[in-house]
């Protein structure tokens, strides 16, 4: 199915990086030919005062429109973005309690083909959206690393599929069929420490399924040396330039992950390029 409707959380500061990836996602979704629709959310309890430290670039260069809110502000950046690429967009706004923002953007995603959602590397906030999307939302997100913003491209020409020949990965291959049909060079990637048959017929079997649907890929396994998968994706990654991996997501319980650490929670935690996930 193509990707027609995306939807694009909004909520924190007004960053640059934050504004950066607003127009970074918008950008993917033009590039997609889909429309767009904005959802701002702030928390109606409490409003967290602004303090500005007039050493500090990021606050000098808001402090000329501090009497317009933050939720405004983000609105505004995905307005100038939606004009400047002539996609068709909609937004929204809202204030909802602090501890039903995530599910209320996970509820408004349900009407949606894919959720594009920035994130901060390491912070909870970010993550706690990104698990409440992936386990209430039933559909696929795409994270944009606010950190990586400057270097990412809307135009997904390269992209990876770490493979772990799992139920959640192979939803998430189907998912992400649109990105792969439209890519220029596609690579199944399995991180594991032995060439057993069973790894590569799995893979193989990708390749050929991927070739019916007009997706020439190749596949090829990656050693973990001891590294945790998570990493090795993203050292891979950047060494080859992916613009987008597609991943499952959660392939252990959420539980497990949070007290031993897992793929998903490493790619929430810093995503080296554009991610695709699915539950």
Known sequence: MPIKDVFLPLIGQPRKPALAAIEKCVAVAADLGARITALALEDDVFV?????????????????????????????AFTRAASRTGIRAQSRSGRVPADQIA?????????????????????SQSENIVETFLFESGRPLLLCPEQ??????????????????????????????????AANAVRVITVADDNADAIAQSGTSLVDH?????VYASFETVKGSGSS???????????HAIDAIVMGAYHHSRLNEIVWGGVTKTVIGQPPCWVMMSH
């Open 48 to 76: 967290r005062p602004k303090v500005v430290f007039p050493d500090d670039p990021e606050s000098a260069d808001t402090i000329g429109v501090r009497e317009v809110g933050d939720m405004q502000q983000l609105l505004n």
């Open 229 to 239: 998968i998570g990493k090795v994706l993203g050292t891979w990654a950047n060494e």
């Open 148 to 181: 990586h913003v400057d270097v990412l491209r809307p135009e997904f020409e390269n992209v990876m599929i770490a493979w772990d020949h799992s139920a959640r990965a192979a939803r998430a291959v189907g998912d992400a069929l649109p990105i792969l049909q």
């Open 103 to 123: 599910s209320t953007f996970a509820e408004h995603a349900r009407f949606s083909d894919l959720t594009l959602i920035p994130v901060k590397p390491h912070d």
């Open 210 to 214: 991927l070739r019916e649907h007009g």
